[in-house]
DNA sequence: GCTACGATGACCT
DNA sequence: GGTCATCGTAGCA
């Protein structure tokens, strides 16, 4: 199966409409805020790099569910990253993210990824963005309009165009440009070529 | 049952 | 730039 079109797919559509988005964390009486700067997509069609690309498992289960339910995977021994699932019911697709840009309660995110980080470095990649907003395990399936966790509308980015490439920190299927992010943005976490 | 490895991050030079 | 901590998962026997 070939991977989906760039401009037509649920997915691709989604990953590009959720930068800017803000995700907000309700977390023992507080609320964690931050806008969504960079973030990869992953389908079982075509994606040699997707966790759901050889069929649904235990762990991938949340990514062939409904859309808009929050998969969480863990990783190297010791990381969570969260993903928004993207496609309907049957399809095994979703929507990594990848960093944030702290807005709101950045003291209790310190407290939660170490008391000597710096800002920039609180929420700049996706386990970073796990740590810092207290999702684990126990947040995989949840909805992404729920008491501890949704998004919020917001204004449309002012500047700041979307800048397009390649996705990070995988092995297979490197060429599928589905990694987005918000230019010039410090809380980004890498910055590799840009495609488009 | 066994084993290789990964959608990472922290720390070092 | 490089090293490595650490373990769940998937694939295979």
């Known amino acids: 199966m070939l991977p989906p079109d760039f401009y037509q797919s649920p997915t691709l559509t989604l990953a590009r409409s959720l930068i800017g988005?803000?995700?907000?964390?309700?977390?023992?009486?507080?609320?964690?805020?931050?806008r969504i700067v960079e973030v990869e997509a992953y389908h079982q069609d075509g994606d040699r790099a997707?966790?759901?690309y050889s069929g649904q498992t235990r762990r991938?289960?949340?990514?062939?569910?409904?859309?808009?339910?929050?998969?969480?995977?863990?990783?190297?021994?010791?990381?969570?990253?969260?993903?928004?699932?993207?496609?309907e019911?049957?399809?095994g697709a979703a929507v990594l993210i990848r960093a944030l840009e702290p807005l709101e309660g950045i003291e209790t995110m310190r407290a939660l990824r170490g008391p000597q980080i710096k800002t920039r470095d609180l929420?700049?990649?996706?386990?970073?963005?796990?740590?810092?907003?207290?999702?684990?395990?126990?947040?995989?399936?949840?909805?992404?309009?729920?008491?501890?966790l949704f998004l919020e509308d917001s204004e449309p980015l002012a500047t700041n165009p979307i800048g397009?490439?390649?996705?990070?920190?995988?092995?297979?299927?490197t060429e599928l440009p589905w990694r987005f992010y918000v230019k010039d943005n410090i809380f980004?976490?890498?910055?590799?070529?840009?495609?488009l």
């Open 21 to 34: 988005k803000v995700l907000v964390r309700a977390h023992e009486g507080r609320q964690l805020k931050g």
């Open 50 to 52: 997707a966790h759901s």
């Open 60 to 87: 991938n289960a949340v990514m062939f569910g409904p859309p808009g339910f929050l998969y969480v995977y863990f990783i190297y021994g010791m990381h969570y990253c969260m993903n928004v699932v993207t496609e």
């Open 89 to 91: 019911d049957g399809v």
């Open 123 to 148: 929420t700049n990649g996706p386990a970073k963005c796990c740590q810092a907003f207290a999702i684990d395990r126990k947040a995989d399936g949840w909805p992404l309009n729920g008491s501890q």
């Open 164 to 173: 397009t490439s390649k996705r990070i920190g995988i092995t297979k299927s």
């Open 188 to 195: 980004v976490s890498k910055h590799p070529q840009a495609i």
